[in-house]
């Protein structure tokens, strides 16, 4: 077949039809076994492009995936090596949260939580053979027949191993990391339940609770975090969603939920729903359509939160948390649209004034910021970063890059990979 490549038992087309992927190092082609015809996709990455630090990244995630076999956790069926290139033959998923999330900007809370049972139980199967994945954020959530896969592990690790590793080398997806592990601190699986924590709140919010364009400005928040203990609630969510949060964004990984904690929030949450459903059905059959509308369950979650105190923007309410050592406060806004771009726009002021060191006079944030000034700001910072002599300044100024990458990454695909081309050749 015309541009069919062959590697071991499995298939695949080099085109773009093919390609339901691309990374820094290679492209990912959708393929299939010769014999079973079995979907797969293949990880094609380029020898030439992985040196040192990312070829030990890779290599590491394949004896990773070696080991595991669990149902949430994406299957590695075969790799090879050739003179040129690595091959990773994976399970085929149709998408990602990340995908789900740039297509809709928020995903429904019951199906949300369905996603983070799963991740649970794929990251509780990870702990019992003390694994720590590091890298939990959208793109690595995969999502094959309504079911999650958690994938990439080219930052995972063994947790005898933590103690051997330099703490000033960071890894992961800052935005995603732990307090612990942004400040450089000792810590283990504690960190992938904080990490699902940002996740569930992306998932249901389409926004982190912690932002930043800055690790430094980052770090400050999270540390005002952990004096007031306050989270922002775009709008109100159900009692079961807004516990499990809680207890997954706990500053101190000390008093931070365990996985099977988590189960119990969110199992009791659904056992209550249900319950709630059935009592209104039964209702449905012996009441009015005007009695059924006063007696039947509002699924307005707003309904199921005891409002504390009110003001103009906000509404603050209580809710019962697992860790009664610690209290927390979470605030909901009432704000329409309208009302909440006001505010967003309040609140990344001084994102913007860092936008001043750019060539060109940049006043809106990341998200308005032309491709052209983008781009003209992240060539800089890179420039700025191959200056860079000491160790840490270099790792920091990676950290800020990655901030940035994400923040820009599926705005615009054409112009980004207009980018990695330009950057490149730097």
């Known amino acids: 077949m015309l541009n069919e490549k062959v590697i071991g038992e499995y298939a695949y087309l080099q085109s773009d039809e093919y390609k339901v992927g691309s990374g820094q190092f290679g492209h990912v082609f959708k393929g299939y076994h010769q014999i079973s015809k079995q979907i797969v996709a293949i990880k094609q990455i380029n020898k030439k492009q992985v040196k040192s630090f990312f070829e030990q990244m890779l290599r590491n995630e394949i004896e990773i995936l070696k080991q595991l076999n669990h149902q949430y956790i994406l299957k590695m069926y075969a790799h090879y090596e050739t003179i040129n290139n690595f091959y990773i033959v994976l399970e085929y998923c149709e998408t990602d949260i990340l995908q789900i999330l740039k297509k809709q900007d928020q995903i429904p809370e019951d199906q949300v939580i ?5 991740v649970a139980e794929a990251l509780l199967y990870l702990q019992q053979k003390q694994i720590i994945h590091r890298d939990i954020k959208p793109s690595n959530i995969l999502i094959h027949n309504g079911e999650v896969r958690l994938a990439d592990f080219g930052f995972a690790i063994q947790q005898d191993q933590l103690k051997f590793e330099d703490r000033k080398l960071q890894v992961g997806s800052p935005l995603y990391m732990s307090p612990e592990t942004l400040l450089k601190q000792d810590y283990n699986h504690k960190t992938d339940i904080w990490s699902l924590g940002v996740l569930y709140f992306e998932m249901i919010f389409g926004v982190v609770p912690f932002f930043s364009m800055e690790l430094e400005d980052l770090i400050r928040k999270l540390k005002q975090y952990q004096q007031d203990q306050v989270l922002f609630f775009k709008h109100p969510i159900s009692n079961g969603s807004t516990e499990a949060i809680r207890n997954l964004l706990v500053y101190n990984p000390k008093y931070r939920c365990e996985l099977i904690q988590l189960a119990e929030i969110l ?3 659904l056992r209550n729903r249900k319950q709630m459903t059935r009592s209104a059905h039964l209702d449905r059959s012996h009441k009015t359509t005007t009695i059924k509308r006063r007696i ?5 979650p707003q309904d199921n939160s005891k409002i504390i105190s009110e003001s103009k923007d906000l509404v603050k309410i209580n809710t019962s948390y697992t860790q009664k050592s610690h209290k927390q406060t979470t605030y909901f806004n009432k704000n329409n649209s309208s009302d909440q771009k ?10 913007k004034q860092k936008f001043s060191e750019t060539k060109q006079n940049i006043q809106n944030s990341i998200e308005n910021m032309s491709n052209a000034d983008f781009l003209s700001y992240f060539i800089d910072k890179l420039n700025n970063l191959k200056e ?3 160790q840490e300044e270099f790792i920091q100024k990676l950290n800020e890059c990655q901030l940035l990458i994400y923040q820009y990454y599926g705005r615009d695909e054409n112009k980004l990979n207009l980018m990695k081309e330009k950057l490149s050749i730097l």
Request: proline residues 8%; hydrophobic residues 10%; charged residues 25%.
């Open 267 to 269: 199992q009791k949450h």
């Open 296 to 300: 039947t369950p509002d699924p307005s």
């Open 388 to 390: 860079q002599k000491q």
């Open 342 to 351: 006001k505010n967003d726009s309040k609140s990344d002021s001084n994102t």
């Open 114 to 118: 369905v996603y983070i049972l799963q």
